[in-house]
């Protein structure tokens, strides 16, 4: 099969991205936006043309799916064994991906020729948003770690970017700050490990490193450092910079700032893609993070996941701000994914984890991205992000209405929607790999299904509100995305029934789904259990919320402020290493180090001066200091040497 | 021998050319002259001839004809950057002139990095330099060009005396001017130093080292801006290409000595180059004197005498060729427009005239050599070669010196881009060709500074050396 033309995905957004940022002023509202959506549909059509090709027309190996690189060029070579590539590569999950971005981008372009219409900065956005794409789609592809370094970090940008678009705010630039230093911390971790890694292993290429009998995994390198080998740092160390951009427990606080920008941006960045990206790294390492060691990486993985998930959902269920509750539920829902991953054995059934974390990626890419949207499109009709001012919002907005309903119900884990499906394998792979693990993923889902119609019935049902102006419906331009986004938050659970279709094992072999009715029913059985529970305290007002808070007395406080983590991280750094450290090397820095280098300065711009008047201008004294210069030369080497 | 002769062809075109027009006319020999320049320049990249000549006097290989297609490049960016110049400036009478010089000189240049004897190599140096004197009194009403010009010939003529000095001497301890026997009957005596340093001194001069580099400043600053550029770039190109050839090929066996040589006049141009370079206002004479301390740079590659140094030398020389003309180019488009030619004139350009000040900011980025630009490849690249021969004081100077010259090379991207003006330069447009100009060097050090494929090939060339 000849996939050549895949290069043209990441790269049609970027062509995008140039001509709407280098003529943003002349390319004026609507055209900017349609020019936007127009690339990115090419994208998403290549995209799902690569799937089919993919999936149905490549043939498999002994039963594994191959990886391609139809594109690959050296870019730095620095051995002969360590070199740096840029290309293509793909396979399963990286196909997947393709999907995933371009679709969930395309609807956020959809969405906002309606959202951000009459904006000033209308072009300045869809440029942002495709410079976006392009970098996401390139570490979606990369076939090496340091591609995926690079494009983590333009990734990186373009997030700040659109976090800090309402620039004139300063909630929205601090965001910006913030998301871009915290993951930048994390990224540090990431770079070191990739570091160690190509170091000790010759090598930054995923194929050689995944390799079971390659340098990375069959124990040629014995170096260890403090009890563990140096490839578990480094892969330790390359899940910190994972952990970050996918907002894990501790380097989440950025997350829910991070909702400072226009929800679009929410729901494609920070809902469906980017976030994923840890994910996304550690299922394209699985192998190397599976038997480096015993899988002591992957335990680290595991537990992460697992903390985060409960963590987040804790914080989710006392919340007021819709998009802060999405947020927390999307940390949540990432902790699943890291989890499955964390729990999954390698091959045949034992890889079910992984399958599991992948599907959960794609499922709750729709799901969490449709939920953004409506809360996009309510914040849009009511100005406000609080769910004290919404209610009643049914008889304004019966099109959002539904669509929150299904995405609800498919986070929830209702029967028959896509997330029940793809939260009924994790729930299987915790459960025959680590019981501990299984039981926080149950209460999570539990936890979930509450926060999620809390969410759900204070928006659209409730109190009845007395708006300022009555709430009216959004436009069709922001509405078709939403409604796509809900039927893909069913539909793809369904497909999995069917019989020609088979999930992967990590090692890119298919193994056949099967529902385990005991473990659907347990599963969903907490779901409704939340859903009713919520049904009963925010269908109509009652004074149970309260009472509950109540009685949990300062947890609740402590949750209600996020288990005060943001305010440690500000003690950390204001008190302890601003005060602290960072004085009085500051004071060393300005009174001995740059003194010095002052004095330097200042000594070498006198000394320029002293010897400005060598070059006098008159011809006579070139030709006497050529002379002058070849004697002295000559009498140095012939004498003195 | 394809590319010395469809140039001089192209010079008798003109000619002809100029003989059956009218005055009024004149105007589209401009155009003529471009055009057939860039044709040959694009022609000269399908077909390479190896061989020699003239009994081993004239010599060409891959790596010569390569290198004559940077030299191209480079003359070709000069044009298209001068073109509104000449538009503006010129008398039509002189237009004729302009071309013919320039391409007669560039021919010289031709026959010099082509020379397989001394006798070849001394004609092509005298070719390459005696139509620039006329070039950069080009303007003849213009009393600092002529100035310029004179300070040009005399220096000159002393350092191409000395320079012949010195090869009269490696011709009676080598007994031959061929390259190829020189190298191998030459042996060391102290008059074969002697006719070495003296040599060393008449290309230096063209090089503009330290201690021989005093001309450089008056010429740069009296000459019309193009010929500046043609003479920090191109003429220094084929200098050092040329003294690379001779210092590895020819003299290897006074290597010790050379190498003595080359370690003091690289510090001490460095040193110079940036020293002056710290106090100057107007552009040409500031890039005058940082064009003296990147070619101290340069001499670190030639230092290391091997493959790894020709390849560095000539990756760097291609770097600092795009770089340098990216600077020159933006400096002629403000002088052309507005006759302003000082730093100070420049403060505030971003807010007026931001394309302009962000090709100068790539510039003088790659010519300080901070990533990801061509430039700190360049040099990254100098300092292997360097230390990989164990030099490693030379290395430290160096980096010493790229830190004094990472402040000056700040000074007008302070100026443009943080500093407030109420006089600032009004926005203007820049003619199309003095665009295309710019926009190749820019493209120039992107592609050397991020698609390493370029270096691989260089490398792979430099064997041929």
Redesign the interface.
Known sequence: MNFSYTILIPLIPFVVFLLLGLFYNRIKEPISGWIGVAGLTASAVLSYFTAYQYFYNTPKVDGVFQTIMPFKI????FTDTLHIDMGILLDPISVMMLVVVTTVSLMANIYSTGYMKGDRGFTRFFAFLSLFTFSMLGLVVATNLFQIYIFWELVGVSSFLLIGFYYEKPSAVAAAKKAFIVTRFADFGFLVGILLMGYYTGTFDFAILNDVNGPAINGTVVQSFMGMSVITWALILMFMGGAGKSAMFPLHIWLPDAMEGPTPVSALIHAATMVVAGVYLVARMFPAFHFVDGGTAQHVVAWVGAISSLFAAIIALTQYDIKRVLAFSTMSQIGYMMLALGVSGYDGHEGVGYMASMWHLFTHAMFKAGLFLTAGSVIHAVHSNLMQDMGSLRKYMPYSNIVFLITALSIAGFPGFSGFFSKDEILIAAFEHNKAIFYITLLVAGMTAFYMFRLYFSIFWGKDTHYHHTPHESPWSMLAPMLFLAVMSIVPGWTQILPFTEWLAPDKAGIHWHLDPVMATIASSVGILGILIAYIFYKKPTEYPAKISAAFGSLYQWAFRKFYIDEVYTFITQKIIFQRISAPFAWFDKKVVDGTMEGI?NK??S???L??GI?S?K?Q???F??????IV??I???YM? | MRHEIVLLVLILMLLVFEIFTKTEQKKSLIYLALGLFAIHTISGFFQSTDGVLFGGSYRTNELIHFFKNILNVGVLIILLQSVDWLEKVAHYNKLPEFFILLFSSLIGMYFMISSGDFLMFYIGLELSTLPLVALVAYNSADIKGNEAA??LI??AA??SA?SLFGMTFIYATGGSIFFESIATQLTVS?LA??GL??F??GVA?KISL???H??T??VYEGAPIGITSYLSVISKGAAIFILMTILFKVLPVLSV?WK??VW?VAVLTMFVGN??A??QNNMKRYLAFSSIAQAGFILMGIINAEQLGASTVIFFVMVYIFSNLGAFGVVQAISNATGKENMDDYTGLYRTNPMLSLVMLLSLFSLAGIPPVAGFFGKFFLYTAAAQKGYYLLVFLAVINVT?SL?YYLLPVRAMFLRKSDDAIPYFKSPVFMRIGLLLAIAGIFVLGLY??VY?YIEELSKLL
């Open positions: 050296n870019w730095m070579n300065g070498t711009a000394f320029s001066n010897i400005k070059q201008g011809v004294d070139y030709a200091a050529f002379i002058g210069g070849v030369l000559v140095i080497v012939i040497l | 004179i300070k005399l220096s002393l350092a000395i102290p130093i002697l340093i003296f060393f001194s001069f330290a201690p021989f005093f001309w400043a008056d000595q003595d040589i003091g020293l002056f710290l106090r004094i402040y390493s494929p691989n």
